[in-house]
């Protein structure tokens, strides 16, 4: 029997209203058993951006590109008894406007052109077990579409805890960057990271009292080739927290699709600020043409008060063996677009620099400034950022991204091969509305 995904999608939605309701409502011996919360968000999203001339984004000739998204996300969480619960994340996003028209445009001229240009299509279950996305409508200056971010049975004991389904599970101490979590990590640029796009996954916790914490996972996959789910295209991981004296220690060990992965990380602290230090090593699976490469993070972060203002701030640095100093020999690089495709890799240098600072003006206003430089191309973006809070469940984001660099280097443009258009990142500017429920 084959089953349409939209109707799957929407029965999953309308089963877990009704049961969510009827169990939040019930009175009685099963009233006091189960307990449901709800909660969620309404996000607006408005940008402009600037496209450099004979850039791909520039495709068009327009001076500025004008662009807009609505995002829905409501959440459930419910509890059966004292061990068993249940988490549903429905989302429902339209995006759109001058960007997305104008790289479709230009891929639909040059469907050839590799590198990192894509056409904004959000997100899609092609390589997950569970297909929960579906697109409403789409056309080629927007995308409209609806999808189960969570989806998933939890069951815990004194001893530990299995979790199955649709989750988001974040491994390392890295603040942008991230060797250790190979499992839909953030893009360093993100500043929205209030959900990380969940996985079919299944995951366990074992506590092991004061000599530590065991947490294991499993991530099966499809080839998108054939549909099938096969363990080369799969995950699958081990990492035991311990602790020796003030210092945090986590080995892990795994294998991410076809490659080997063991790493180690550690947090301390140094007087009155806390420092992080993870490192990991990557076997490559045969077909690469080198035999593996290591990833280091290290940071360190601090707050303090001056003039009456309270201060955060952080540095950290990163280097990868598998990104390139010439960063246009690594857009021909197979292990590098292949992690780019998979959405698991986001730079193409081996070494960076990256600083936050934080500065709260007002207890409802603050202010973020962040900092990414390639150190071997002197290129980099630079991220400013205001929020402020005019309700209690309110909130208006207004910030900007301005890149600099010389041409052919990464973040200040890159020739592509066989036509006389370069991929130059365009500054933005942007505001965003958040209603909290």
């Avoid at 207890?363 to 962040?370: A, D, E, Y």
């Avoid at 991204?401 to 041409?407: K, Q, S």
């Amino acid at each position: 029997m084959t089953i349409d995904p939209n109707k799957f999608l929407y029965f999953l939605f309308i089963f877990s209203i009704f049961l969510c309701a009827a169990t939040a409502a019930a009175g009685g011996v099963i009233g006091e058993k189960i307990s449901a919360e709800w909660g969620g968000h309404l996000r607006l999203k408005g940008a402009v951006s600037f496209p450099e001339n004979n850039s791909h984004l520039d495709f068009l000739h327009h001076d500025r590109l004008h662009d807009g998204a609505v995002e829905f996300r409501l959440k459930n969480h419910t509890g059966f008894n004292d061990w068993l619960t249940f988490d549903c994340h429905y989302e429902m996003i339209g995006a759109g406007g001058e960007t997305r028209k104008t790289l479709q445009t230009f891929l639909k001229q040059y469907p050839n052109i590799s590198g990192r240009l894509f056409v904004p299509k959000g997100v899609n279950d092609d390589r997950r077990v569970m297909d929960l996305t579906h697109v409403i409508s789409s056309d080629i200056d927007y995308l409209f579409y609806h999808r189960l971010d969570r989806l998933a049975v939890s069951a815990a004991a004194d001893r530990g805890s299995v979790t199955v389904g649709r989750q988001a599970l974040t491994w390392g101490n890295g603040f942008l960057f991230n060797p250790m979590d190979l499992f839909n990590p953030f893009s360093p640029t993100d500043v929205e990271r209030d959900y990380k796009i969940g996985d079919d996954m299944i995951s366990a916790q074992v506590y092991a009292g004061n000599a530590g914490e065991l947490q294991m996972l499993y991530v099966p996959r499809r080839n998108t080739e054939n549909n099938d789910i096969e363990w080369g295209q799969s995950s699958a991981a081990a990492k035991f927290h311990f602790n020796i004296s003030t210092t945090d220690i986590d080995l892990m060990v795994g294998q991410h699709y076809e490659d080997d992965v063991v790493g180690i990380g550690f947090t301390g602290y140094l007087a009155d600020a806390a420092w992080r230090l993870d490192t990991t090593y990557t076997w490559l699976d045969a077909d690469s043409d080198q035999s593996g490469f290591s990833s280091v993070v290290a940071n360190i972060d601090y707050s303090w008060v001056w003039r009456n203002k309270n201060f955060y701030g952080w540095i950290e640095y990163y280097y990868t063996g598998l990104g390139e100093n010439d960063v246009q020999k690594a857009l021909t690089d197979p292990d590098i677009i292949k992690r780019l495709a998979r959405g698991e890799w986001f730079t193409l240098g081996r070494s960076y620099v990256n600083a936050q600072l934080q500065i709260e003006w007002h207890p409802l206003v603050n202010g973020f400034i962040t900092i990414i430089n390639n150190t071997g191309d002197s290129s980099g973006i630079v991220q400013p950022r205001i929020t402020v809070d005019p309700a209690q469940n309110f909130q208006i984001m207004c910030g900007a991204n301005i890149y600099y660099g010389r041409t052919k280097t990464e973040f200040g443009g890159i020739e592509l091969p066989g036509v006389q258009i370069k991929e130059i990142p365009a500054d933005m500017v942007y505001i965003w509305l958040s209603y909290y429920f």
